[in-house]
């Protein structure tokens, strides 16, 4: 009876114990399911806003037209007036060496002739102008940057995604060589052959791993932030679209919202501005002055004075030479931009549809063929009706031509962000 007893407190302790691993195992989950339920997933619109607002070298970008602003203040400013006082004709009496000194106060003001001012501020606003066009231009360069990496990771997101699939689909292949194997259908040397090629898949696995913390540490240093890599991550549509707009609209919408072309256009205006000022600082700005004075002990006065440089010999020429010929050097440079964008253009659009050329038939014709020759063969090898290396021949032909086609995707959205860097929008999303 007692042996009873204990098999019967033996079998409610295990149960007793079972019990609570499954609790301390669910409770040993929890953290790790909170850990992956506080990664962070941006979209490119999310990516985008957090770059304007984190960016450093953007930020210092602004500042830079904030400096041109306050620029524009100090240009505008009249000059100051000049208050003098003076104390003239002491005597050497004794004990009273300023009883019959002359006690004068003047104030003069100095007058800019030709409009000094008003260039001086028409300068300066269009040299905010240029500023806030570099501006635009260096969050154009620095946002093909972002888009690129963002990009990248896309891609290696999906050549990652592509490699897992690709080993667990091998390694079901494996499960099947391994029961033939046992069931005498082939000879340990195929077997081994097979188990050598899986180093392969597990060599893509591991570079795609790679790549993929590669592309995000780029882009949380594009983004300023400081997010551990497992806690970021992105989503994005990693596809092509066949339809990309027409040439000529592109090299128009170009013309219109390239922010560096803007610039070097700003550029000849705010030359012209300083000829202008050049030559008005040619002229002579004449100083009057008023001043009053007291001669002990009855005599006081008032006067007036002006003063005129005379401008003989500097006439301000070597400043508007130069200023003349800035105006001819932002105009050839001008159309040097004009010419870059064409260019940037032209390339660009060539560059996608060479690629969108290249992935119509990948999609259309290669991928498909690529699996149905895998699937044939692999079906024919293990029914003996094919040679071992026709299977590994076409796991190798299937995985390349996947490999490619991923590669080529990623290409077509690098030439995608490049037209859309030499257009200066974004003509393709």
Not at 163 to 191: F, H, M, S, T
Not at 198 to 205: A, I
Not at 243 to 259: C, D, G, H, K, S
Request: glycine share 2%; hydrophobic share 40%; with cysteine.
């Amino acid at each position: 009876m007692s042996v009873l007893r204990l098999l019967h407190f033996s079998r409610l302790t295990r149960r007793a114990i079972v019990i609570l691993s499954c609790v301390a195992s669910s409770v040993s989950l929890a953290p790790a399911q909170n850990a992956s339920a506080q990664t962070s997933v941006y979209t490119w619109q999310q990516v985008k806003a957090r770059f304007e607002a984190n960016n450093p070298t953007l930020q210092a970008g602004k500042l830079n037209v904030d400096e041109s602003r306050a620029e524009e203040v100090t240009a505008n400013l009249r000059p100051n007036p000049t208050l003098d006082v003076a104390l003239d004709q002491f005597n050497f009496y004794p004990l009273r060496p300023f009883a019959y000194a002359d006690q004068i106060v003047g104030i003069s003001y100095l007058h800019e002739r030709q409009h000094k001012r008003e260039l001086r501020r028409e300068a300066a606003e269009d040299a905010t102008a240029v500023a806030a066009s570099q501006q635009v231009d260096l969050e154009r360069n620095l946002l093909f940057n972002l888009r690129s990496a963002f990009v990248q990771l896309l891609q290696a997101k999906a050549v990652l995604d592509n490699a897992v699939e690709n080993l667990k689909y091998y390694d079901k292949e494996l499960e099947v060589q391994r029961i033939r194997l046992k069931d005498g259908d082939i000879a340990p040397v195929d077997e081994d052959r097979l188990e050598l090629q899986r180093v392969t898949f597990e060599s893509d696995f591991e570079n795609a791993t790679v790549s993929v913390r590669t592309a995000k540490i780029q882009l949380l240093t594009l983004l300023n932030d400081r997010t551990p890599i497992e806690k970021f991550d992105i989503s994005g549509n990693f596809d092509f679209t066949e339809q990309i707009p027409a040439l000529e609209p592109l090299r128009a919408t170009a013309l219109e919202a390239r922010p560096d072309l803007r610039a070097a256009v700003q550029l000849i205006d705010e030359a012209v501005a300083n000829h202008k000022l050049a030559i008005a600082n040619g002229s002579a700005d004449p100083v009057f002055g008023i001043d009053a004075g007291r001669n002990p002990p009855e005599f006081a006065y008032v006067g007036a004075s002006l003063s005129i440089p005379l401008r003989i010999f500097d006439k301000n020429q070597g400043e508007k030479l130069r200023t003349q010929i800035d105006i001819d050097h932002n105009r050839r440079l001008a159309e040097a931009s004009r010419a870059q964008v064409f260019s940037d253009v032209d390339s660009a659009y060539a560059t996608i549809n060479s690629t969108l050329n290249l992935l119509r038939p990948y999609k259309s014709n290669y991928l498909p063929r690529a699996a149905k020759v895998r699937d044939t063969v692999s079906y024919a090898y293990k029914r003996g009706a094919a040679t071992l290396l026709d299977f590994l021949d076409a796991q190798k032909s299937y995985r390349d031509v996947n490999l490619a086609y991923l590669n080529l995707i990623g290409s077509f959205l690098m030439s995608a962000t490049q037209l859309n860097l030499a257009v200066g929008q974004e003509a393709i999303q």
